[in-house]
């Protein structure tokens, strides 16, 4: 069984317009993340929470919201969508953001923007 | 501030080679971990190795990586790359950021590719 859930799988979407990232973990971890990876880009550092706390975002725009409603939840909303916001959006947890904490990443869900 | 460098973004050699993949960082915390994650295409990315151990070497499938912080380098090898090894590699910091909170500060990325 899937241990980090990411829905949608593939998702298309139009300039301007606006959509959610699922992303539940059944692992039992207290930290989530949000990555992005363009294409032919390196993986990209988004958002960092812990207890249903945001303690990093890495993000300039606030086009990128991530919402947390359940401990093992951690959803991204974007808005206002542009063609550059093509990517695959990894979610990913860790157990704690201690020093020595794995993280471990979802299958992403793959975002084109027309 | 704290950094990675993985100075290659490509490394392209021919199968039965040995792989060397370069990480280096910089960090004022001594007891910093450091780790190894890999990126297979259309797979999720997932830890292939960590260490904070000065001069101990880590090893997993077949990969192996030793701290020095003397050289604040930690270096992925192999002694014979395969086919199959081609992929994203990044090193990746983890130190004390705030209280007891991490952060995990990313290298760029080398892209391996193993030719046949």
């Known amino acids: 069984d899937p241990k980090i859930i990411q829905k949608p799988k593939y998702l298309v979407a139009v300039t301007g317009s606006e959509k959610i990232l699922i992303c539940e973990q059944y692992?039992?971890?207290?930290?989530m993340y949000w990555y992005r990876q363009s294409a032919k880009k390196p993986l990209e550092f988004m958002f960092s929470?812990?207890?249903?706390?945001?303690?990093d975002n890495q993000t300039a725009s606030s086009r990128f919201q991530p919402q947390s409603s359940k401990k093992n939840h951690l959803d991204l909303q974007i808005t206002a969508l542009k063609p550059d916001d093509s990517a695959t959006y990894f979610c990913?947890?860790?157990?704690?953001?201690?020093?020595?904490?794995?993280?471990?990443f979802g299958p992403g869900t793959r975002l084109l923007v027309l | 501030g704290d950094s990675v460098t993985q100075k290659e973004g490509l490394v392209t050699l021919t199968e039965g080679l040995p792989v060397m993949l370069n990480c280096t960082y910089q960090?004022?915390?001594?007891?910093?971990?450091l780790f190894w994650y890999v990126h297979y295409l259309n797979e999720s990315p997932r830890l292939l190795l960590k260490?904070?151990?000065d001069n101990k070497r880590t090893e997993h499938q077949g990969f192996h990586a030793t701290l020095h912080k003397s050289s604040s380098s930690f270096h992925l090898q192999k002694s014979s790359a395969q086919l199959s090894d081609s992929a994203l590699y990044y090193c990746?910091?983890?130190?004390?950021?705030?209280?007891?909170?991490?952060?995990?500060?990313w290298g760029l990325g080398t892209s391996l590719v193993v030719n046949p």
């Open positions: 990913a947890s860790s157990q704690e953001r201690g020093i020595q904490d794995t993280q471990y």
């Open positions: 692992l039992g971890h207290n930290a």
């Open positions: 929470y812990s207890y249903q706390k945001l303690m």
């Open positions: 960090t004022i915390y001594s007891n910093a971990f």
């Open positions: 260490s904070s151990t």
């Open positions: 990746a910091l983890s130190d004390l950021w705030v209280g007891d909170n991490s952060k995990l500060i």
